[in-house]
């Protein structure tokens, strides 16, 4: 769950972003900070803050990385921590000049926006995180106060800190920022579906309370909304404008492979109860490689139900012993790999398949879980993305254990869950080692079986 709050200088909201984050365990992003660390940057240089030219070299070539924690953002510069040094009244001031200018605040939001889909989960204060940076965003906060009210608490901040500051001049500060707020180069906007909070009378204690409050009576909507929802029957599928141009975005399908989707999904749907969540992280087009969990022979078949897309499989060699049925599941792109020794052929064939870009699902623990618990993943498998260049999907399958357990000839009725997790970008791939993505990759599994079991009403 991404959470914006937004509001004026001075409102709470830095304060009240870092206790909630804390409360709920998320990453805290303190967008202010960039804007600050700039400031600071150009007050080092010696430039002038109003050579709007001079400011924009300044922000292209500063070298900005935040450490976001539940309970801090750690602000580094070219190397060089300045978490405390931004908060000099001095930057301070020199701040709004850096705010204004459009091409900045463009490139920031961007680096915002990549915080959030690397994270997933955050809580994000500034002036325009509901209303530009993460208008999606699932719980949105406006929150404000009396000019006289923010002023104080500044001032009592600064005194805190052991820093000379004069209870007048930041109140013109204020005054000043709130008329920059109001003009059209970067206006101070409550989104329309923000929840409105006026902190002026309001202890910090009660303002988290409140947040929190407004966040688990989401969290539980959410909840409500799950065990009522099942994925839908392919033949009255939602036809929203989002699904349908995701759709169309997708490469043509052959109509066999259709057809025999479509008859997985029916029967998934209805024996099993399928819920399908997030299969839009799958990339449109591309190649692509789905990391799945093993918990049962159904895993290959659920893991592919929830695709716009053609999906290729791996399978041992010994399914393609029945001319029958290899026929068939090499018609679903499935293609043989010799297990227990270095097939360099499926190899070959995988990579030709992701270069080809096409996607690809494999199931790197190796083999079934005895326990249906998430194994430990085989480096080699993932190191194939990296030498595709593709990036890596996530796929929990959870559910299929108890559904077809081994030792069963026939599967039993249960809840199946495929949650595709967060996407690990070309670039991640290329910019990591091999155990860096397995450890990636590993956590993201996690993140999703968290999110399964909580859709369940069991304990993550």
Known sequence: MIITIDGPAGSGKSTAARKLAAKLGVAYLDTGAMYRTIAFSAIEQGVHLKDEKALVEVARKADISLDCGPTHTRVTLNGHDVSEAIRSMAVNQATSYVARIQSIRDLLV??????????GSLVSEGRDQGSVVFPDAELKFFVEAAIEKRAMRRYQELSADGEEASYELILENLQERDGNDRRQWAPLLEPATAIHIDTTNMSIHEVVERLLEEVQKRRTAIRRSARLRRWPNPLTHDRSPITMKFQQDCEQIRLGYRIARAACRIAFGTYFRCRILHADRVPTTG??????????????????????????????????????????????????????????????????????GKVVMIFPEGTRSHSGEISPLNPNSLEIAKRARVPIVPLLIDGTFRAFPRGKILPRPYRVHIVHGRTMTREEVAASSTEAIVESVTRRLFEAQAESREIRMRRP
């Open 110 to 119: 961007e680096k915002q926006r990549e915080i959030g889909r690397r994270l």
């Open 287 to 356: 190649g692509a490689l789905l990391a799945a969990n093993h918990q049962s022979f159904l895993d290959p078949i659920a893991g592919g139900i929830g695709l716009w897309r053609e999906c290729s499989y791996i399978a041992r060699d010994t399914l393609f012993a029945n001319p029958y049925f290899g026929r068939m599941i090499r018609y679903v792109n499935a293609f043989p790999v010799k297990r227990g020794e270095a097939d360099i052929t499926a190899v070959k064939e995988l990579l030709r398949r992701l270069r080809d």
